[in-house]
């Protein structure tokens, strides 16, 4: 194993308890890339999670750890933030996770724009409880709470930041793994909150119901399905035409002018305690 | 400050938060706690301290509960629709042993009830609000004064038990007003800091006091904190022995402790004939009651729990051979506590008295049932 990601795990706390072909150990790799990269202090980073598959990682990570209750990782690392600012704080969850039982807390977390980082383990199902769906399962794909085909239109988390005014907005996935990794490293640089869609996969419970191949396929498929911010504006520019037919990955936004949360509130103890 | 002054029950635990030395506070409005949310927008910036409205009840506990694990002293207030939604986290409090405070000023209900009138109907919710096995500690104030005294002493059993500890007001004690005399400098507890390396530190030792100390994040303790059940070290177990000595562990840190934590008023317990068993805005009616009454000749006394949970049975068991008949409980509710005092005792007539009209006890009222029960 990699010496980079080897030295943040707790090694007698594996094997974890994902699926074979789960790409959640991907998505993991490229945060502790990430997390080495920066050189972040690993006694001053705080790793939150929630429940669910991705949120266990917790355990296995060689920091400071929370694993919190179902949805609520954001307002509990949000009270660890606030009180001591010093310390890095890292959210790590799922999408049922941070955008269903959480989803109010996600936008919350944004708008406030306080410095966390969040990467959404993002395998559109709920994995831990067997394959119900979750609000980024597409329309018509089965889950074990949608037999006659799924109704319900899926969020696009990416978009869904943008609009709750995210400062860092970026999606990667499990088969662009150099790629996710620069995007969660400039996440994790980034001074304020930051969103990191990581698109995963769920052989177990989503692929095999919808007949998506083996683990591998899966993998693959966003190879064929994806394309880069960056070559799709090529093409816009080019061509003259938005390729809706993939999904976008790459940093959306990157914006450095919104205040950063905590640093506000320091300002304002300041001039306050100064009695301005 | 002045030396005595005209303040609110909410006001006075805002005070004694600050006298015992809270760092953090996080908030969502609702009545009738609300002056408690604004006192401390407005008085914990100047002192360089935290105060966040968060989007909801259950965001302002989750994020009380991880600023009290990066070491600080935390709080927040709500009512009961707000303390229902906080449940689940103060389940979590309880399993990570992470020392909060909550104080719930007491409205009526079910659902949203009527939100600005008294009510005593949370006084099961605090105890059992959340699943599973788990103990708390829950203090009852009946003045403005024990509003301040019982906000200190949740700040310093939480830190002293590791452990989330829940004010239950009712709507007339937070917002009553009283002239009080406030002290100066209250007694103040800090939890227990490990001493040990963090090589060596196991974060949920069962020591033998059952309260291990705590690390604190961001101190190179690199420890991990679960909601699962979890072993000494903080890693989830299914191991069934591993198991069964951390749920006894949390709940006898509580119950072994009894006689440090359990605090009841007495008054007239050794002659009397007869008893209230009363707490928070109905005991304030029975004192009143039962001064007319021992004027009139009526052998009664009072027994008021300052400790509801743990329940003070103790106290009441030690009634055993006095010369008690009857006791009588008045509350605003349809009869929570009576159940505890009806199991605590044997050969004494426990009666109800319940009201649940949003209207307070009157003394008259009080005075009836007891000369009704002679």
Redesign the interface.
């Known amino acids: 194993m990699n010496s980079k990601i080897l030295k943040h795990l707790r090694q007698d706390k594996l094997p974890h308890i994902w699926c074979p072909g789960c790409a959640h150990g991907i998505v993991l790799r490229s945060l502790l890339e990430a997390i080495d990269n920066t050189g972040l202090n690993t006694s001053k980073t705080v790793i939150v999670a929630g429940i669910g598959c991705a949120s266990r990682a917790s355990g296995y990570l060689d920091f400071d750890t929370v694993h919190t209750v179902h949805g609520r990782a954001i307002p509990y690392a949000t009270g660890i933030k606030l009180a001591n600012p010093e310390l890095k704080v890292i959210v790590i969850t799922g999408d049922g996770d941070a955008t269903a039982i959480g989803g109010n807390h996600l936008i919350h977390g944004i708008r406030r724009n306080i410095d966390i980082t969040t990467v959404i383990f993002n395998n559109n199902v709920y994995g831990m409880t067997s394959g119900q769906y979750s609000p980024t399962t597409p329309s018509g794909a089965w889950a074990a709470t949608s037999p006659y085909g799924h109704l319900d239109r899926p969020f696009d988390i990416c978009e869904l930041a943008i609009g709750a005014g995210a400062t860092y907005v970026a999606r990667g996935t499990a088969y662009h793994q150099t790629q996710l990794t620069k995007l969660i490293e400039k996440g994790i640089k980034h001074n304020g909150f930051a969103v990191i869609d990581a698109l995963s996969t769920c052989p177990t419970y989503f692929g095999r119901k919808n007949k998506r191949g083996t683990a591998a396929d899966m993998i693959t498929w966003f190879k064929e399905n994806t394309i880069t911010v960056k070559a799709n504006s090529v093409n816009d520019i080019n061509q003259n035409k938005d390729d809706n037919s993939k999904m976008k990955i790459g940093e959306f936004r990157n914006i450095n002018d919104v205040p950063e949360f905590t640093n506000e509130y320091q300002k304002l103890i300041t001039q306050v305690m100064k009695g301005e | 400050m002045k030396d005595i002054e005209l303040i609110q029950g909410n006001e006075a635990c805002v005070e004694a938060a600050l006298k015992a030395g809270i ?2 506070y ?1 908030g969502y409005p609702i009545s009738p706690s609300t002056e408690i949310t604004e006192l401390f927008a407005q008085k914990l ?2 002192l ?1 301290k ?1 105060f ?1 409205q ?3 009840e ?3 506990m ?11 002293k ?1 709080m927040t207030a709500t009512s009961g629709p707000g303390f229902t939604l906080m449940q ?2 103060i389940g ?1 409090a309880a399993a990570t042993e992470t020392p909060c405070v909550v104080i719930n000023v007491q409205r009526a209900g079910p659902s949203t009830g009527l939100p600005t009138t008294p009510a005593q109907g949370d006084m099961m919710q605090a105890r059992w609000g959340s699943h599973g096995d788990y103990s708390i500690i829950a203090l009852v104030p009946y003045s403005v004064r024990e509003c301040f005294d019982l906000t200190v002493r949740a700040f310093n059993l939480a830190e002293k038990y590791r452990t989330p500890v829940i004010v239950l007001m009712d709507e007339i004690i937070g917002h009553m007003r009283e002239n009080v005399k406030l002290p100066d400098t209250v007694n103040v507890v800090n939890r227990a800091k490990p001493v040990e390396t963090p090589d060596d530190h196991i974060q949920y030792k069962n020591t033998e006091d059952l309260v291990p100390p705590m690390a604190t ?12 059940t979890h072993d000494e070290q903080g ?2 177990t299914s191991n069934p022995t591993t198991i069964e000595k951390f749920i006894t562990r949390i709940n006898e840190k509580i119950h072994a402790n009894y006689d440090d934590i359990v605090d009841v008023q007495e008054h007239d317990t050794e002659d009397s004939e007869y008893l209230f068993f009363c707490y928070g805005s109905a005991a304030r009616s029975c004192y009143k009651a039962y001064k007319l009454a021992r004027e009139q000749g009526i052998k009664v006394g009072i027994m008021r729990p300052r400790t509801i949970w743990p329940f003070p049975k103790k106290h009441l068991q030690g009634l055993k051979h006095s010369s008690i008949k009857k006791i009588i409980v008045p509350e605003l509710n349809r009869g929570q506590i009576v159940r505890e005092v009806e199991a605590s005792v044997t050969g004494i007539e426990v009666i109800p008295v319940n009201k649940y009209n949003g209207e307070l006890f009157t003394p008259q009222e009080l005075l009836d049932v007891l000369k009704g029960v002679r």
């Open positions: 760092d953090f996080a910036i100047p360089g935290k966040i968060m989007e909801d259950i965001a302002s989750a994020a009380i509960i991880g600023a009290s694990l990066t070491g600080k935390v689940e986290n979590f994040l961001g101190t190179g303790y690199k420890f991990h904190v679960t909601g699962l890693f989830p």
